[in-house]
Each structure stands twice: as C-alpha cells, then as structure tokens.
C-alpha cells in the first residue's frame, strides 16, 4: 500500500486503512472486486493514490464490508430480541425461576418487575453464566490466581455498575474503586465499559482493570470483529482502528500523552491511566494485571500498547500481567515484536483461546492480510484440557478441513451441557439459556464457545495443568 494524502489518519497517521460500510452503496462493492484503486471508492477510506494490486486482500476487504453490512441491518431487530429475551428472563430470575410461578404470582398479584438499573439485573451474559463467587479451591498464591480472578473480573464487566459494586465488596470482599462509561468519539456514543477494583480496602497489594467485552445483541460491536480496518502508529505497528477508537484514538490527535478530559465524556484509556497512577502510587508495593473478554481482551492488550508508545514505565513497572479471554487479533507482526520488550520477559501476557471459538480467529491471519496474535496462547479444549501453544489450532476458523470436527465438537458440547453439573459439581451445571445456545451451535459451532462460561471452567477445571500463570 502507497501513497500519502487526506482522510481520517489526518493529524497522526500517514498510513491507514478505514472501512466504510455505511458510505459505500452496491457499486462499490463489486469496484473492490475488478479494480486496485481502493482510493477511489466509496467504501474505503484511505491515503490518495491507495492501490491494492493482490485481489486476495480485495476480496478480504469485500468479505469485510459484506458482513458489517449485513451486521448494519440487523442492529435493530437483533438489539430488540436481544432486551426482550434479556428482560423476560430477568423477569422469570425475579420470580422464582420458572414459568408457572410467574403465572401464580402474577394471579396473586404479586408480580415482581425487574428494574435495569437494580443490583439484580442481569446481562445476557450474567444470565448464560450465573456463577458470581470466586472459586474457592484457588487461592492467593496459587499459580492460576490471577487468571481465575481476571476471567471473573471479565465477566462481570458486562454488568451494571450496581451489580459490579455489590459483587466486589458483598462477595468477593474487595475494594469497588472505579467504573467508566467511556465516550467513543467516532461513533458519537458511549461504547466502552470498564471497572477497577483493589484486593484490600487498604495497603492493597493488587488491582484489576477489567473491560466488557462485545455484548450478545449489539451488532455493531461485532462489526468491529470482522473490521480489517488499521491504522498504522510509527513505531508500534498497525494496529486495527474499531478498537482503538474504543479505546479512546483522537480523531485529529491520534494519541496525545496528555489531554482535556471532559468529565461528562472520558476516554477510556486517559481516565484508567490516571487511576492507576493514584492508586500505584498511593499503595506502594501494589501491582495490577489487566483483563477482558472478546473485544474487551483486545481493548485489555491495548491499554499497555498505549502505555509503551508513551514511555508510562513506571505504571508499566508495575503491571503483573494482561489476561484475555476470546479475544481477536488487535495488530500486525510488529505491534507483537513492539510488545515483547514490555510484556515478554518475564512472560505478561496470557491469551485464553477455548476449543473454536470463532473470535480469536478474525481478523485473519494470512498472507493477503496483516493482523497477527502475540504472546502466550493458553489453548484448552471441549474437555477442558490445556496446551501452551504459539497459536491456537484452525487460526482462520474457515478451513474446509475442520467443519465435520466442528460439528461433532458443537454435538458433544450440547451433550456435554446435559452431563457436567454431574461430572464436575453443581456449580458447572448449565441453564436452559446457554442450552439454547448450545443448539445454536448445531447451525453456527463457532459462537456458543465464546462465552465467558467456557472460559470460566477452563481456568477453573484445566490452568493448574499449564503450570505458573502469573
């Protein structure tokens, strides 16, 4: 890719590549398909003078742009399935769990409607995995206590600030120190949800920064899974633009060391920054590792990146580890080799893959496009079996050669929902919520592995097998 010119990398980046899904019409789709001038379509934002002469990464492009379409149309009706299947079922939880007892208090008149903003109201993701107590065979010490505990932290970032507070200090018995609604200023909209909590009220010894992940019905959070969109940091590398944007990229400034905070709409990465420049230094002897799940694993790795570019050693100093959890590739072959000097001696960063989860797998990784994973994988199977890999197996998903396997792996896992409150213990036991989604996996086997529930038993049933992940 050449050329130099205007466009949304003005002020900070000579080097990009923006998909425009909601500006460019049919014709330039099939443009991307015969012509190498990207510059001159619609769909793409990019330096003048852009050419892409390898039709593989056109055709990437255009598979990019096709699915964020599709993904574009179904906001709508996919968010309102989304509030109505997550409110009634609240609804039921609220009630006593079942259907009859609904119809019997609603006779009674004693129906009880649940409140959003309550300390009991669930997430969807809260409700497919309704375990909020730590696990107590994994204590401080044990070698898998920083990754039980960020697997949990991520969690329970998808929740309410209410319920982040009540499970913190009610159950967990630790110190509720900040929640962010964060400003996304691309997308004119609060997109980025995190929290930060302390082990001990006081003299803590360690912190969590947690980021919520890609919620269930938002499909324009998913788009930015299937976005190749990058922008390239001098430096660092290329790293993907939809994530950074949530982070908190400045549209003329890129990232400044230092900006004006607006209280009412705080970027993500400045407002945690600052926290833990408080609290590190406020506990001297204090460390903190970083997590997330899905889009909030790559936001968790990015937090650090950011932290390099600008030379914060002393906050970098003092980070114990980064733990993601299905999470997708954030940059190119460079932002790895960038993050090594920071993250790789000793070893600070875990990345959790769960049998086929379909995340960790886009954006692609091949010789048509750029975006490469880093770090340590902790790859674990359907039986919940461990492996320290390089990469996970099948890095693409797409592969003609694993479909059968995937299959009978969704088979076995719907199987396997019926079987494990039994095998592992009650705690393991799955609702009839995430058993519909294990159907769903019968049509789409990629999905249902991405929730947060496998990766909570992963850790749980299969870590101390890996050996030190802290």
């Given at each position: 890719m050449a050329g130099a010119g205007g466009g949304e990398g003005d002020g900070f980046c000579r080097d990009f590549m923006v998909l425009r899904p909601d500006k460019g019409g049919f014709y330039d789709l099939l443009h991307l398909l015969w012509s190498c001038k990207v510059a001159e379509n619609g769909a793409v934002d990019c330096p003048a003078g852009t050419e892409i002469g390898d039709w593989r990464?056109?055709?990437?492009?255009?598979?990019?742009?096709?699915?964020?379409?599709?993904?574009?149309?179904?906001?709508?009706?996919v968010a309102l399935l989304g509030s109505v299947t997550e409110y009634w079922t609240n609804l039921l939880t609220e009630n006593g769990g079942g259907v009859l007892m609904l119809v019997v208090k609603a006779l009674q008149g004693?129906?009880?409607?649940?409140?959003?903003?309550?300390?009991?109201?669930?997430?969807?993701?809260?409700?497919?995995d309704t375990r909020i107590e730590l696990d107590k065979k994994i204590t401080p010490g044990d070698s898998s206590y920083h990754a039980a505990l960020s697997i949990m932290a991520a969690k329970l970032a998808y929740e309410n600030e209410l319920v982040i507070k009540d499970v913190?200090?009610?159950?967990?018995?630790?110190?509720?120190?900040?929640?962010?609604?964060?400003?996304n200023e691309f997308q004119g909209d609060y997109t980025t949800q995190a929290f930060v909590l302390a082990d001990k009220p006081a003299d803590a010894s360690l912190a969590v920064v947690a980021f919520r992940g890609t919620r269930p019905s938002d499909t324009e959070q998913w788009c930015a899974d299937v976005d190749f969109s990058w922008y390239e940091i001098p430096g660092v590398g290329k790293i993907h633009g939809g994530f950074m944007k949530a982070l908190g990229l400045q549209k003329r400034g890129g990232w400044p060391k230092d900006i004006d905070q607006n209280a009412e709409k705080p970027f993500a990465y400045y407002a945690i920054r600052e926290k833990l420049r408080g609290f590190l230094s406020e506990n001297a002897n204090a460390r903190f590792v970083v997590a997330g799940h899905s889009l909030g694993g790559?936001?968790?790795?990015?937090?650090p990146t950011v932290l390099a570019l600008h030379r914060e050693d002393a906050v970098l100093g003092r980070l114990q580890g980064v733990y993601t959890?299905?999470?997708?590739?954030?940059?190119?072959e460079e932002v790895g080799k960038f993050m090594d000097k920071y993250l790789d001696k000793p070893s600070r960063y875990f990345r959790v893959v769960y049998s086929n989860d379909i995340?960790?797998?886009v954006p692609y990784d091949d010789s048509s496009l750029q975006f490469k994973h880093f770090g340590t994988c902790l790859y674990f199977d359907s039986l919940y079996r461990g492996r320290v890999m390089q990469e996970e197996p099948n890095r693409n998903y797409f592969s003609l050669l694993t479909v059968v396997p995937k299959y009978l792996n969704a088979t076995w896992e719907l199987i396997r929902s019926f079987l494990i409150g039994y095998v592992a213990g009650p705690e393991y036991a799955e609702g009839w919520l995430m058993c519909l989604a294990r159907v769903a996996g019968l049509v789409m086997p990629g999905l249902p592995p991405h929730s947060p529930r496998d990766y909570v038993n992963s850790i749980r049933l299969g870590a101390d097998s890996l050996g030190p992940l802290s």
């Amino acid at each position: 890719m050449a050329g130099a010119g205007g466009g949304e990398g003005d002020g900070f980046c000579r080097d990009f590549m923006v998909l425009r899904p909601d500006k460019g019409g049919f014709y330039d789709l099939l443009h991307l398909l015969w012509s190498c001038k990207v510059a001159e379509n619609g769909a793409v934002d990019c330096p003048a003078g852009t050419e892409i002469g390898d039709w593989r990464r056109r055709w990437a492009v255009f598979i990019s742009l096709v699915a964020q379409v599709l993904l574009l149309w179904a906001k709508k009706p996919v968010a309102l399935l989304g509030s109505v299947t997550e409110y009634w079922t609240n609804l039921l939880t609220e009630n006593g769990g079942g259907v009859l007892m609904l119809v019997v208090k609603a006779l009674q008149g004693k129906l009880k409607f649940p409140d959003r903003r309550s300390p009991s109201y669930r997430s969807c993701i809260g409700l497919l995995d309704t375990r909020i107590e730590l696990d107590k065979k994994i204590t401080p010490g044990d070698s898998s206590y920083h990754a039980a505990l960020s697997i949990m932290a991520a969690k329970l970032a998808y929740e309410n600030e209410l319920v982040i507070k009540d499970v913190v200090e009610n159950h967990w018995q630790m110190k509720f120190v900040a929640f962010y609604n964060c400003w996304n200023e691309f997308q004119g909209d609060y997109t980025t949800q995190a929290f930060v909590l302390a082990d001990k009220p006081a003299d803590a010894s360690l912190a969590v920064v947690a980021f919520r992940g890609t919620r269930p019905s938002d499909t324009e959070q998913w788009c930015a899974d299937v976005d190749f969109s990058w922008y390239e940091i001098p430096g660092v590398g290329k790293i993907h633009g939809g994530f950074m944007k949530a982070l908190g990229l400045q549209k003329r400034g890129g990232w400044p060391k230092d900006i004006d905070q607006n209280a009412e709409k705080p970027f993500a990465y400045y407002a945690i920054r600052e926290k833990l420049r408080g609290f590190l230094s406020e506990n001297a002897n204090a460390r903190f590792v970083v997590a997330g799940h899905s889009l909030g694993g790559a936001l968790a790795v990015l937090l650090p990146t950011v932290l390099a570019l600008h030379r914060e050693d002393a906050v970098l100093g003092r980070l114990q580890g980064v733990y993601t959890f299905g999470q997708p590739r954030v940059g190119d072959e460079e932002v790895g080799k960038f993050m090594d000097k920071y993250l790789d001696k000793p070893s600070r960063y875990f990345r959790v893959v769960y049998s086929n989860d379909i995340v960790p797998r886009v954006p692609y990784d091949d010789s048509s496009l750029q975006f490469k994973h880093f770090g340590t994988c902790l790859y674990f199977d359907s039986l919940y079996r461990g492996r320290v890999m390089q990469e996970e197996p099948n890095r693409n998903y797409f592969s003609l050669l694993t479909v059968v396997p995937k299959y009978l792996n969704a088979t076995w896992e719907l199987i396997r929902s019926f079987l494990i409150g039994y095998v592992a213990g009650p705690e393991y036991a799955e609702g009839w919520l995430m058993c519909l989604a294990r159907v769903a996996g019968l049509v789409m086997p990629g999905l249902p592995p991405h929730s947060p529930r496998d990766y909570v038993n992963s850790i749980r049933l299969g870590a101390d097998s890996l050996g030190p992940l802290s």
